[in-house]
T-cell receptor, first 116, second 113 residues
Framework: EPEVTQTPSHQVTQMGQEVILRCVPI?????FYWYRQILGQKVEFLVS????????KSEIFDDQFSVERPDGSNFTLKIRSTKLEDSAMYFC??????????????FGSGTRLTVV | AQTVTQSQPEMSVQEAETVTLSCTYD???????LFWYKQPPSRQMILVIR??????QNATENRFSVNFQKAAKSFSLKISDSQLGDAAMYFC??????????FGGGTRLMVKP
């Protein structure tokens, strides 16, 4: 069964450093997403991406965050200057369609980001 | 904005018994999707079951079924013949014509042998 692959599984970084979280969505999916889950809290939407641009973003997704699809397979989330409160599990997801063609999201196994 | 509420932070069930997890949501939309996701200790999000709001028939996937009450905005998950491997966090989620899922706060399900 096709999978969404995320690397690394765990990243530890110092406060103020830049991190890039990587994702390989399912190959025929067109819509890509990042979500995060702070330990013990809800899963929160960050951003959705379609046709090489952001289609929607949440209040959490401020200027410190950016996303990119640098080639035909990878989808990355960059945090420019990490803060302690960025420590969370970050999930990448992809879906084949929207509206009437929406079946659901396939999530990756997540990247645990720890900012120290 | 849509909200999703799971009123049971924790539930427990005896192995082989049936358990029902509750979920309510608030929306003004008429066309949307509802999901239940399972998050085991590995923390991966695994799709359990999906319901389209325009379908009156309740979705079923093997031992998992839902009770979808559109007028009441209720979407409960029933797990029959519970197994030890069902122990996990369960999240209810809402998706409309936009590009995001809105999750509930989760219910931790414990299965007793």
């Amino acid at each position: 069964e096709p999978e969404v692959t995320q690397t690394p599984s765990h990243q530890v970084t110092q406060m103020g450093q830049e991190v890039i979280l990587r994702c390989v969505p399912i190959s025929n999916h067109l819509y890509f997403y990042w979500y995060r889950q702070i330990l013990g809290q809800k899963v929160e939407f960050l951003v959705s991406f379609y046709n090489n641009e952001i289609s929607e973003k949440s209040e959490i997704f401020d200027d410190q965050f950016s996303v990119e699809r640098p080639d035909g397979s990878n989808f990355t989330l960059k945090i420019r200057s990490t803060k302690l409160e960025d420590s969370a599990m970050y999930f990448c997801a992809s879906s084949a369609g929207q509206g009437a063609n929406f079946y659901g999201y396939t999530f990756g196994s997540g990247t645990r980001l720890t900012v120290v | 904005a849509q909200t999703v509420t799971q009123s049971q932070p924790e539930m427990s069930v005896q192995e082989a018994e049936t358990v029902t997890l509750s979920c309510t949501y608030d929306t003004s939309e008429s066309d949307y999707y509802l999901f239940w996701y399972k998050q085991p200790p590995s923390r991966q999000m695994i799709l359990v079951i999906r319901q389209e709001a325009y379908k009156q028939q309740n979705a079923t996937e093997n031992r998992f079924s839902v009770n979808f009450q559109k007028a009441a905005k209720s979407f409960s998950l029933k797990i029959s013949d519970s197994q030890l491997g069902d122990a996990a966090m369960y999240f209810c989620a809402y998706h409309n014509a936009g590009n995001m899922l809105t999750f509930g706060g989760g219910t931790r399900l414990m299965v007793k042998p």
